[in-house]
């Protein structure tokens, strides 16, 4: 019986949650002015070049990984089959 009440109050807390989210989302948008969030103090001070210098970087490390273990299947692979 307590688990047919906690699925519906768990049910109920998310229906209000999703209802309720947008609409504290817009009246924090009209407390500003309407113009929104302005975040620009925030971008600024980030230096994106050097952020997407590191993202690459580790994508490329992480596409070595890949090629590297693919690399090692193919081959365990060859010498299993002879």
Same mark, same amino acid.
Request: aromatic share 8%.
């Given at each position: 019986?307590?688990?047919?009440?906690k699925?519906?109050?768990? *049910?109920?807390? !998310? @229906?209000?949650?999703a209802?309720? !989210?947008?609409?504290v @989302?817009?009246?924090?948008?009209?407390?500003?002015?309407?113009?929104?969030?302005?975040?620009?103090p925030l971008t600024n001070?980030v230096? @994106?070049g050097s952020?997407?210098t590191?993202?690459? !970087?580790?994508a490329?490390?992480?596409?070595?990984?890949?090629?590297?273990s !693919?690399g090692? *299947?193919?081959i365990? *692979?060859?010498? *299993?089959?002879?």
């Amino acid at each position: 019986m307590f688990g047919k009440t906690k699925q519906a109050l768990t *049910r109920i807390g !998310a @229906f209000t949650l999703a209802v309720a !989210a947008p609409a504290v @989302f817009a009246a924090e948008g009209d407390v500003v002015g309407g113009k929104g969030i302005d975040l620009s103090p925030l971008t600024n001070s980030v230096n @994106f070049g050097s952020v997407l210098t590191g993202i690459m !970087a580790v994508a490329g490390s992480l596409i070595v990984l890949y090629a590297g273990s !693919a690399g090692v *299947r193919w081959i365990l *692979r060859m010498v *299993r089959g002879a």
